[in-house]
């Protein structure tokens, strides 16, 4: 018998309008982090180099101060890496989607209790909301 895939939650912070944070911003926060480049990150996550940079200047935009700080390549190679903003933004996110997880574990429990089995008829359920 095949297990049951997992059941999760994907926050997305809503600030104002086109102001936000969600899963892949987070994401690619982390790869940044993780790798010390925002085209690394991105191409880690298929993700054109264009988008990463559009998403980090976006991010950058969106709080006091940036969220992460790059340098251009050189001799010495460019990269960049998290600000202190940038970690503790990250950080925050990551606790409420911990915490999320735990408070909603018994009604996410609940509702997948109630999906339909798969070949049951009940149609696609990888499509939208």
């Known amino acids: 018998m095949t297990p049951a895939p997992s059941t999760s939650l994907r926050l997305r912070i809503v600030f104002g309008p086109g102001a936000m944070l969600g899963p892949g911003k987070a994401d690619l926060l982390e790869g940044i982090d993780r790798a010390g480049s925002i085209s690394a990150a991105g191409r880690a996550m298929g993700m054109s180099y264009k988008r990463a940079w559009s998403l980090v200047e976006e991010m950058n935009r969106l709080f006091h101060a940036p969220l992460v ?4 390549g050189g001799v010495q ?3 960049a890496r998290l600000t202190e903003t940038g970690q503790a933004v990250l950080a925050h ?8 997880a735990v408070a909603g574990a018994d009604d996410l429990a609940a509702l997948r209790a109630m999906l339909r089995a798969p070949g049951d008829g009940g149609g696609d359920m990888s499509g939208g909301e």
Do not use: C, N, V
């Open 69 to 72: 700080a790059s340098s251009r």
């Open 77 to 79: 190679g460019g990269g």
């Open 93 to 100: 996110y990551r606790r409420i989607e911990d915490r999320l």
